[in-house]
Structures are given as structure tokens and as C-alpha cells.
């Protein structure tokens, strides 16, 4: 059964930063792309981040702006989002997610994705 945990939401203030973590059990961490998703009330659900299964390539969505960092490390089966510079546009609840295939590349799509995390609250006080 695969299962993935998040942790380290919170309240920050505008201009603070917060890191997420999400580790993964029940399959080969090594072997999937991992990705980073937001969702707000009565909106889809948008692409934060993704890295692919070996570390070596990822992707930002273009609000990002150069403020968050995604990585993964191997031996703790563990996702990380560090966001620094939060607005209040980054209230929101964060999921992380794995992807369908093994060594794929990573997609900024949900349906690129199989398993889910249930989501850590974010919230931005300004």
C-alpha cells in the first residue's frame, strides 16, 4: 500500500517561508518523479513543483518566481518544498504527489500522477 505523509504546514507571516515534507512508503521512492500541488477553494488544483525520479531535472510553475526549491532525498523516501517570500496568495492547501510511472520525467498535470498525500494547510497572514 503506498502512502504518502505530508507535514510542515502552518501560518506564516507575508514575506516568511515554510518547508513541506512528504514521505513516501510503500514503493521504490527512487524510481518516480515527485511533484508539489496547491489547491484553493473553488479552483483546480495547479502545479507548485516537480522533480523527476533522479533528482537531476525540475520544474516551477511560473508564479514561483524563484522563491521555492524542491528536492528529495533518497534515504529518508522524503520530498521537500522550501518556500521562501509567501504572499497571501499562497494560502492554500498543498498535496504531494507520485508519479504513475516509474522513471518518468515529471508533468505539471494532476492526471500525471497516481498517489496523493492529504494535504497540508498553508496559510499567509499579511
Known amino acids: 500500500q503506498v502512502q504518502l505523509v505530508e507535514s510542515g504546514g502552518g501560518l506564516v507571516q507575508a514575506g516568511g517561508s515554510l518547508k513541506l515534507s512528504c514521505t513516501v512508503s510503500?514503493?521504490?521512492?527512487?524510481?518516480?518523479?515527485m511533484a508539489w500541488f496547491r489547491q484553493t477553494p473553488g479552483k483546480e488544483r495547479e502545479v507548485v513543483a516537480f522533480?523527476?525520479?533522479?533528482?537531476?531535472?525540475?520544474y516551477y510553475g511560473d508564479f514561483v518566481k524563484g522563491r521555492f526549491t524542491i528536492s528529495r532525498d533518497g534515504a529518508k523516501n522524503t520530498v521537500y518544498l522550501q518556500m521562501n517570500s509567501l504572499q497571501s496568495e499562497g494560502t492554500a492547501v498543498y498535496f504531494c504527489?507520485?508519479?504513475?510511472?516509474?522513471?518518468?520525467?515529471?508533468?505539471?498535470?494532476?492526471?500525471?500522477?497516481?498517489?496523493w498525500g492529504q494535504g497540508t494547510q498553508g496559510t499567509v497572514a499579511s
Open positions: 510503500g514503493r521504490t521512492f527512487s524510481s518516480y518523479s
Open positions: 522533480i523527476n525520479w533522479s533528482g537531476g531535472s525540475t
Open positions: 504527489t507520485s508519479s504513475q510511472d516509474a522513471l518518468y520525467s515529471g508533468g505539471n498535470y494532476a492526471l500525471d500522477y497516481a498517489y
